[in-house]
């Protein structure tokens, strides 16, 4: 295991076991955080797993050339939409062409697990998560969210003692940290799906994963997902329905949907869907030809196999 040392938070790279990574795979870093545990369960061995400081990062890095791919998690069963990765798909550029799940369970990290701690790094996330467990039992600690739960294993480590993180189990071993609890979720189920995510200029259809990560069935038989995202006049009675009626109509399960504010002006919103079809399917092509029509904005971020 490379020494994490050697990483930065913002822009660090690990190559495959046979250190001949060609294609660059972007991810939030550092080494030991679940989406780099996705990346890796993704996309195997002997690629180079680029670590970025932030969700928005990943984006830019896919977007500008840094990456041919970049691994983002999008959604959590327990906390509902990661907001940093939807605001940064309402900016385009990049395109879905792959998901994965992974079921995440959490772990108290230290550097001494006979001190109790009096401070817990996380990301928001991960804390959120886990609010039952450290308010029960670490009820005195001062709660920190940080960028990652990798760059908060680093934070315990460098801080010693009094210091814990609630991070993966990858993160014990790459940063050396003891076990002060284990699967402290509130939520045994506890899940996050995450989206594979390409240039749009590439014209890429899908991601070299061979085996992929959270599923039994190859993903190959499975059938087609489509995320759109659109914004309507918030002010004409029905436009919303209207817009979501242009799928149902047609007959197209909407697996998905949640909303964002957008940022344009208050009490205005983007809408994601995800519909239980391919986006060359005829039914969404005239449904999407309707929505044209009643939105103002509305966009297909990208087709790919559903993996449940």
Known sequence: MPDPATETADANASRGADGKGTTRVAYLGPMGTYSHQVAVGEFGKGLVYVGQGTIPAVFDAVQQGAAEFGVVPFENSTEGAVNPCLDSFT???????????????????????????????SHPQALAQCST????????????????????????????????AVASIMCAEVYGLEMGGREVEDRRDNTTRFFVIAPITTGTTSHPSSTPLSTTTSASTNPSKTLILFTVPHALPGALARALNALASRGLNLSMITSRP??????HYWFFVDVEADENDDRVKEALREMEGECEVVRVLGSYKSVR
């Open 262 to 267: 957008s940022g344009v002006r208050k009490w």
């Open 133 to 164: 467990y450290l308010s029960t039992h670490h009820p005195g600690a001062q709660i920190i969210p940080v960028s990652s739960t990798a760059a908060a294993a680093k934070m315990a480590k460098d801080q010693g003692e009094g210091t814990a």
């Open 91 to 121: 900016k385009g550029g990049v395109r879905i062409v792959g998901e994965a799940y992974l079921q995440i369970h959490h772990y108290l990290l230290l550097t001494h697990p006979s001190t109790p701690p009096t401070r817990i790094y």
